[in-house]
C-alpha cells in the first residue's frame, strides 16, 4: 500500500498548503487526484515522492513508515517509486543524451550491466527511436522528452509510480502513447499508481477511481477513507 495519513505540508508552517490530506493506493490500482491549479496537487506528488517533507502526518510505502525527504529522493527509493512531473525541461539534465537520461538510475546504483537491454526494451515501450535517443533534451519536443522521462522513471522497475500532470503540455496522441506505456508497465509488474492533474476526463479514463482534491483537503469536511460521524 502507498498510505498518506493526514498530511499537511507547505511553504511556510502558517499558510500550509496541503491540509490533512488522507489517501491510500492499493497495489496494483491506479488513483487519479483531480483539481484546478494552484490547489497544492504538486506540493502533495513531492511529498510522496519523498521530495518535499510535510509539516505533520505520515507517509507510509508498503507498511513502511518515510522518515527522510530531501530535494533528491534518497536513491534506496528510487527502486520503490517512480516519479514524472509536469515539465520534462525542468526535471532532465539537459547535458545528457536521452540514452544516457534513462540510463542514469542504473547507472546510479551500479546496474551498468543492465544499461543496453534495458534502454532498448523502454524505449520502444514510450516510442523514442534509436535517432532520437542519441539527441539532447534542446534537440527534441517537449513530448520526446516527456517520453524520455517516462522512461527513465520506470528503468528500475519502481512499484509506485508518481505522475504530476504528466501529459499536461502534451497534445492527444502524445498524451495517449505516454498514459499507454504507463499501463503497459502497470499490467506487466502490478505497480500502483498516483496520476495527478486537472483533466477529469482523462483521469476518468484512466483511473480505476479518482479523487476530487476539495474531498481530500478536508478541514472540516469528511476524509472519504473515514466514516461519516
Ligand atoms: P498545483 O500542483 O495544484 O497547481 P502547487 O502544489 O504547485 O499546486 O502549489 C500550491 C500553492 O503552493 C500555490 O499557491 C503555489 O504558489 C505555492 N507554491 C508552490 N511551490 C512553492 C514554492 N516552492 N515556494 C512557495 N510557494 C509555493
Ligand atoms: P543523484 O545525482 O544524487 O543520484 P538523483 O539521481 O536522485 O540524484 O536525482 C536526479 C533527478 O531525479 C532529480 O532531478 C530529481 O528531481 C529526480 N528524482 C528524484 N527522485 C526521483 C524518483 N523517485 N524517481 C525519479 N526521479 C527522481
Redesign the pocket.
Known amino acids: 500500500m502507498l498510505e498518506l495519513h493526514d498530511i499537511t505540508a507547505?511553504?511556510?508552517s502558517r499558510t500550509p498548503?496541503?491540509r490533512n490530506v488522507t489517501l491510500t493506493v492499493a497495489p496494483g490500482e491506479a488513483v487519479g487526484l483531480l483539481?484546478?491549479?494552484?490547489?497544492?496537487?504538486?506540493?502533495?506528488?513531492?511529498v510522496t515522492a519523498l521530495l518535499h517533507r510535510p509539516d505533520s502526518g505520515t507517509l507510509l510505502l508498503d507498511g513502511e513508515p518515510v522518515r527522510r525527504w530531501r530535494h533528491r529522493a534518497p536513491r534506496a527509493h528510487r527502486t520503490v517509486l517512480g516519479v514524472v512531473f509536469?515539465q520534462p525541461r525542468l526535471a532532465a539534465d539537459p547535458r545528457l543524451r536521452l540514452t544516457d537520461l534513462i540510463a542514469e538510475p542504473l547507472r546510479a546504483t551500479g546496474r551498468r550491466d543492465e544499461i543496453p537491454h534495458s534502454v532498448g526494451e523502454l524505449a520502444a515501450a514510450v516510442g523514442l527511436t534509436p535517432d532520437l535517443l542519441d539527441r539532447r533534451p534542446h534537440e527534441v519536443s517537449d513530448g520526446q522528452l516527456q517520453r524520455a522521462c517516462l522512461a527513465r522513471a520506470l528503468v528500475l522497475r519502481p512499484r509506485w509510480l508518481i505522475c504530476?500532470?504528466m501529459t499536461a503540455m502534451l497534445d492527444a496522441s502524445t498524451t495517449a502513447a505516454l498514459v499507454a506505456a504507463v499501463e503497459n508497465y502497470r499490467a506487466a509488474s502490478g505497480a500502483g499508481l498516483l496520476a495527478?492533474g486537472?483533466d477529469q476526463l482523462l483521469l476518468d479514463r484512466w483511473c480505476d477511481r479518482t479523487l476530487h482534491?476539495d474531498d481530500l483537503a478536508v478541514g472540516a469536511k469528511t476524509k472519504p477513507d473515514q466514516p461519516t460521524r
Open positions: 507547505g511553504y511556510d498548503v496541503v483539481g484546478p491549479s494552484g490547489c497544492g496537487k504538486s506540493t502533495l506528488a513531492r509536469q504530476d500532470e495527478v486537472h482534491w
